[in-house]
């Protein structure tokens, strides 16, 4: 005990850190050998193969200098799994019972080539705005606005700190309609959540990992909490459980939102001022982008629980005050969302065809001691960044300080295709936009897939006794029984929108499929949401299981009314370690079925994301490594539209004899 005080303490000022020395750090790699080049790339957290981190050692051989930390760490965002899909964009040679096949670019000649399939097909009666090529697909609604639609997953974080992680997972998607085109106003959230069965026995927990009852509990809670904080009414969703989500539950999180139709482009111009609005930067988050690229394991937690952010819902909601204002005044020229990586992705996307400038120094911090490089990297939510107008700065500062939102100017937008970093004055970073976003190697793997033996299982023959014993175990199964004390927690309501919610019935209290929900209340005009998933069907064929994801996804959706032929869908591939040929295979396969599921059923995909590496390692008391793998999990989550709500139907029957 250092000092006791009795009675009020007298405080005067709240120690917030020391003010960062600052010193510019270089780090050697130039005459590194291979090991050595590994050994920085695991301790350093860049989690960067050998052949991407010789390609920066050439490159800096070739500038005759060694890099600073700082550009080290944006090569390493930029590069990043999380950031490029550089797995699924990658060269594959996968090979499979019927023969082989070579793919230049997996992403581009399966899911992408589905769309521009069906799109060629609709002509001139395309109704798909904007795919793969904003923060969210974009479609046609009415003749005033569009609609757009976006699924992330925040697995990592939320393994590790399960409120945290999936509060900053919804906090995250929902600005990603945010900065699409011109900014999306929110309209409704989904979520899918994959656990481990929560009776299992703490004594047979791997070193490292929590419970999934507090797992359950904290995804649960930190969604509900940020969502309906927000003002966002969640009106779909499924949960599901599986032994082997233990180490690696899965939190997947969408957001749809209402973009008006000539706020769809968007393009910063040189001399425009690099804004940054909302929350300040701390040391939350750092090596965000970089650790939920690779795979977890029992020292995952203190090694990067700093990766995880702090969610804070009322700054996002008065941060999407401003943005809808700003964007109605034409305040700015192009926004996006401060995501994995922080200022470094956000501003190195906006100005990738450009180039900017970062004044480092000038961004607002949550606390003094941040160095130049984490102040970069940082993944402090509730920011967005957005191209202003010189003209314009003031007008936008002035909308800023009547909602109480902080904005401060950080750099400039500028015609010399790099990226310039300065702290006080002093350059700490330099790069190419052209390397930065052109000089990856592309990732070269191996992909083969066996089917599995699979034995032909006989229908048994029950007696009565034995049909309602089985009948009332089904409905007891942990994947079957009621989900209602986790809907009841979400908000259905609030913006007076959701026409058919999550929960249907006289009652309410049967399960919905799928949800409608109505985005403007001066239109009868509706929006269909639904999701399908099936991962234990991905043991027996991940094609198959691909196939009834959205076979799954489309009928829900059609079900309660949606129009067929106005469908559009997201993949969200969630795999373990695809550096084994035989779990990249199983990836292959169930995205060569989206592919032909998509184009059969003319659903276009417009969104995606994927999420590899989802294994947890441990070695166990006898010294054996011991490794976790989730099932090959695949959400397809469907947007459909109906033309008048009010002839929408409920999954519920309705008299005897449905």
Known sequence: IERVVVGPLDLQKIDVGADYAYELRQVAIRELDDQQLLTLSQQGQLYLSLAEMQT????????????????????AQTWSEHC??????????????RGSRQFTNMLKETIFQATQTIRGELGADDWCVKVFSDNAGIVKFDDDYHIVFKVETHNHPSAI????????GIGGVVRDPMGTGLGAKPFCNTNVF????????ASSLPPGVLHPRRVIKGVVSGVRDYGNRMGIPTVNGAVYFDPRYLGNPLVYCGNAGLLPVDCVEKKPLAGDWIVSIGGRTGRDGIH????????LNSESESISGGSVQIGNAVTEKMVLDVLLQARDERLYNAVTDCGAGGFSSAVGEMGEKLGAEVWLDQAPLKYEGLSYTEIWISEAQERMVFAVPPEKLERMKEVCAAEGVEASVIGQFVPTERLRLMYRGQQVGELTMEFLHEGRPPVVRTASYTPPAVEDTAVPDLDRAATETAVKDILGSLNVASKHWIIRQYDHEVQAGSAIKPLVG???????????????????RGVVISCGMNPCYGDLDPYAMAASAI???VRNAVAVGADPARIAILDNFCWGNTERPETLGTLVRAA????????????????????????FTWVDADGQRQTIAIPPSLLISAMGQVADVAKCVTMDLKEVGN
């Open 56 to 75: 920066i050692q050439r490159h800096f051989q070739t500038q005759g200098r060694e890099p600073t930390d700082i550009e080290l760490e944006t090569i």
């Open 84 to 97: 490029s899909h550089k797995t699924l964009a990658g060269r594959i040679d996968y090979r499979d019972e």
């Open 161 to 168: 700190e399960p409120y945290g992680g999936a509060n900053t």
């Open 194 to 201: 994959c656990f481990a069965p929560p009776d299992v026995e």
């Open 288 to 295: 965000g982008a970089t650790f939920s690229s690779a795979e």
């Open 506 to 524: 006289p009652a309410s209290n049967g399960p919905g499929d799928a949800a409608v929900v109505r985005p403007r209340l001066d239109s009868r």
């Open 551 to 553: 076979d799954e996804a």
């Open 592 to 615: 060569l079925a989206c592919h032909d599921v998509a184009v059969a059923w003319k659903t276009p995909f417009i969104s995606g994301k994927d999420s590899l590496n989802n294994e």
